[in-house]
């Protein structure tokens, strides 16, 4: 545990109290000073007081130097002066909390070389950013009044709970930090309502949005459309279709069927549920088999929940066994075989994960439309671009919340792909993705084992989760103790009422050697004094509860740091956001 000596309990309470007295008396001194010379030198008088100040003093009370309606005049003047002054530099730093004296025991000005926006810059000229984009904005230091950047080579996460500065101070800052092509899931549209149109001068921006989160009406019509099943044959654009062997075969990935599997069934899993170890793995199983059928076949993707219904159907055996899926097609045949308690088990559960395609509203969005000429999304070709994209999605059963990650999935895997590709291994303009409300609308099923080097590639995620306990929903206990780990930032916002968690993060800030002197009075020997050293937490479990308009900071290699977050009215790009905001409100009365 880091401990900290305390600095402040040095002097005693006499030396204090000398050293007040001393400043008073200098300020007394240099008032007295500079208001005669001042009136002096304002009326013209041609007797100039005395240069010293200790003669001065001694003019002053002999009579040999009066003090003059003009000095009165001077000292009030300077009196208000030093009150708007201290005033204005008091007003600087804003109204302090209970939490800002334990700034002084945490990270020093070197610990915090790298988050500094010098320090980021200098990371972002060597990856070819422009300078002016250093990075994600954290806030500010408490202490130092330095505003904190995580660099492009830093993974975030933030955790805090509701009504804490999320969207508002992370969110929507990071969204327009980003130098190249961003992505943003959220359950608001005030996020995209905020950073869209200062995101269309980078290029397109693809709104995924089919419970209508940021539209007027969810019914309306979607604008363009994306294939799931593209994942797992990749389209090739002069073909107009699927990429096919030199024998015409659909070239579909057996691997990417089940990663694409798996990850719907995970996030269409209703939270809380438990797992079967036989029915739940067989299900996924068999989601994996169909989707690799209708991938191979061309198929629209609800094709694959009708197979779903009926085991007895012939076309997805059909389909795997003539594009020389052998071994595929014979696990399926053996599913569709099994004693009927076990196959309706099976297929049943497989129906419950693939409930979203019997929604016709949300099959709008990944099915083709009647017209051709509606345009289709491809992740390869976003990750070669500045676009953005926000997958939106409402919380609770019955969500688009299962295609939110297909998507994201979708999308990072093609990032990853582009980046191994790239120079270096990494992208040439880092990626920004924010997934807020994460574990809510977007359960990436691997993000815990792949956070660890996407920074590495030029894939900068800030994932914003409520709590530790709604990380271990999603990514279990282990899981989440990958994901927090891996990430090179760690931020915590304050209001998660979370004993474990909270004496955890308070043993991570470290103790302080708390100083303190007593004095006694009487007794033969005459006064006493005694002096003792106690270690207490810099921040207690119940000063992290409480924590309110700050947050602390845990990166990589260096001591907690208390920042103050920057709402992004507060910020650099508040002109734009309110532009951005007035355009969106205007079009929503229109509409």
Request: hydrophobic share 40%.
């Amino acid at each position: 545990m880091p401990r900290r000596s305390d600095r402040s309990g040095g002097p005693s309470d006499e030396v204090l109290a000398v050293a007040a007295l001393g400043g008073l008396a200098f300020v007394a001194v240099a008032g007295l000073w500079v208001s005669l010379h001042l009136s002096a030198a304002l009326t013209g008088s041609p007797d100039a007081p005395a240069a010293n100040p200790a003669g001065l003093i001694a003019d002053v009370v002999a009579g040999r130097t009066s003090w003059t309606t003009g000095a009165t005049v001077s000292a009030v003047a300077l009196g208000v002066l030093a009150f708007l002054v201290v005033l204005f530099f008091a007003g600087r730093g804003g109204p302090r909390t209970d939490a800002d004296p334990a700034a002084r025991h945490m990270a020093s000005r070197r610990h915090l070389r790298e988050l500094t926006q010098a320090g980021a810059a200098r990371t972002a000229k060597r990856l070819g950013v422009d300078e002016k984009r250093p990075g994600l904005p954290l806030g500010t230091s408490v202490r130092f009044k330095t505003a904190l950047y995580s660099g492009w080579e830093y993974m975030v996460v933030v955790l805090a709970g509701p009504r804490t500065m999320k969207t508002t101070a992370y969110a929507i800052p990071a969204a327009m930090s980003a130098p190249g092509a961003l992505l943003v899931t959220s359950n608001k549209r005030d996020l995209v309502e905020a950073t869209r149109r200062s995101r269309e001068a980078f290029g397109r921006v693809w709104v995924f949005d089919p419970q209508g989160v940021a539209r007027s009406s969810p019914d309306a019509e979607p604008t363009w459309w994306w294939n799931p099943l593209t994942y797992i044959a990749p389209h090739d654009r002069t073909l107009g279709c699927a990429a096919r062997d030199p024998y015409g075969k659909v070239l579909a990935d057996p691997a990417k069927a089940e990663k694409l599997a798996a990850q719907l069934a995970m996030a269409s899993k209703p939270e809380g549920s438990k797992s079967d170890a036989y029915f739940d793995p067989e299900a996924e199983n068999l989601i994996g088999l169909l989707l690799l059928a209708a991938a191979a076949g061309e198929v629209p993707i609800t094709t694959v929940y009708e197979w779903a219904t009926d085991p007895t159907r012939p076309d997805p055996m059909r389909l795997l066994e003539e594009h020389g899926y052998v071994q595929q097609e014979q696990s399926l045949r053996a599913l569709s075989l099994l004693a009927d308690k076990q196959r309706d088990g099976v297929y049943g559960t497989a129906r419950a994960r693939l409930g979203f395609l019997r929604n016709q509203r949300y099959c709008q969005w990944i099915t083709a439309p009647a017209d051709p000429w509606t345009p289709q999304f491809h992740p390869a070709e976003f990750a070669g671009s500045t676009d953005t994209l926000y997958p939106l999605s409402k919380e609770g059963q019955g969500s688009a919340g299962p295609l939110v990650a297909a998507l994201t999935m979708a999308v990072i895997d093609a990032l990853e792909e582009r980046a191994t590709d790239s120079p270096g291994g990494r992208l040439p303009v880092p990626f920004v993705g924010v997934l807020d409300e994460a574990a809510n609308i977007c359960r990436f099923r691997d993000l815990d084992s792949l956070y660890s080097h996407f920074g590495s590639r030029g894939i900068v995620l800030m994932t914003i989760l409520q709590n530790w306990a709604q990380g271990e929903v999603v990514w279990g206990e282990k899981g989440m103790e990958k994901l927090w780990s891996a990430a090179n930032v760690r931020v915590y916002g304050g209001g998660v009422d979370d004993d474990r968690f909270l004496g955890r993060l308070s043993k991570l800030v470290g103790t302080y050697e708390h100083q303190t002197r007593s004095r006694t009075s009487g007794g033969r020997g005459g006064p006493s004094r005694t002096h003792s050293v106690q270690e207490q937490p810099i921040l207690s479990p119940a000063d992290l509860r409480e924590l309110n308009g700050r947050a602390v900071v845990f990166a990589s290699g260096a001591p907690a740091v208390l920042i103050k977050p920057q709402p992004w009215f507060a910020g650099p790009h508040a002109a734009a956001i309110n532009a951005n905001l007035a355009v969106s409100a205007a079009d929503r009365s229109v509409r």
